[in-house]
């Protein structure tokens, strides 16, 4: 949660354009917003509406979106269980804010899991002993 | 003269058509749209007025009104 948190504060840096961006995984739970909860909880609610109204009937998967309003713009990107929503000013550079969503979902995706247990390690297993052969004669 | 004159009318037919293509990419470019893109590539761009682009605004309207409360 708080390598979420910390990477959307970064996106909020780095892009001027990006004025609030939630992270949600696909049921709706808010993971990390720059905005307070409750506000967040109802930017995943709208995001999530958005994008599988989207996807809907359609014969290929739908990844990302955006939607260019009067106010403002709106953008929702998908990976493989986590999507990022995020609102901006007016006419944004739409390919730079795409680029930097995806940047951020790809640099969640990466932080590191915790470390699996290692497997035990099997015994090797006894080979039949080999028996040398015998001359018949001896 | 005569010369003249039609230059002069050619100047103003040539400026109002400059004019009006001006007006009409402004106000495309002000009309809200969605656009769609697919894992496979593909581009689907919803512009308003459309049937299929309305439900879709208003949910992103919602949602930037949901950003600014």
């Known amino acids: 949660m708080a390598e979420t948190a910390r990477a959307l504060a970064e996106l909020t840096e780095i892009s001027t354009q990006i004025e609030t961006a939630v992270v949600l995984d696909r049921e709706g739970t808010v993971l ?4 307070d909860d409750d506000r967040a909880g109802r930017l995943a609610g709208a995001a999530l509406e ?11 998967e739908l990844v990302q979106l955006d939607a260019a309003l009067r106010g403002g ?9 986590r999507l990022i929503a995020a609102t901006t000013t007016p006419e944004p550079t739409v390919g730079l804010v795409f680029y930097d969503l995806k940047s951020c979902l790809r640099g969640l995706g990466e932080t590191p899991a915790k470390p699996k247990a290692k497997p035990k390690r099997r015994a090797p297993a006894k080979r039949p002993a080999t028996r040398k052969k015998t001359d018949a004669g001896s | 003269m005569r010369a003249r004159s ?6 103003a037919a040539l400026g109002s058509a400059a004019g009006a293509i001006f007006l009409r990419r402004r106000t495309v470019r002000r009309r809200e749209r969605v656009e769609l893109y697919f894992d496979d590539g593909s581009l689907l761009a919803l512009t308003q007025g459309s049937p299929e682009a309305e439900p879709l605004l208003l949910h992103a309207r919602e949602l930037l009104a949901a950003a600014r409360d």
């Open chain 1, 50 to 60: 958005l994008f599988r109204a989207a996807d809907e009937k359609r014969e290929q």
């Open chain 1, 32 to 35: 990390a917003a720059t905005v």
């Open chain 2, 6 to 11: 039609a230059l002069t009318v050619l100047g």
């Open chain 1, 73 to 81: 713009s709106v953008f929702v990107v998908r990976d493989a269980d």
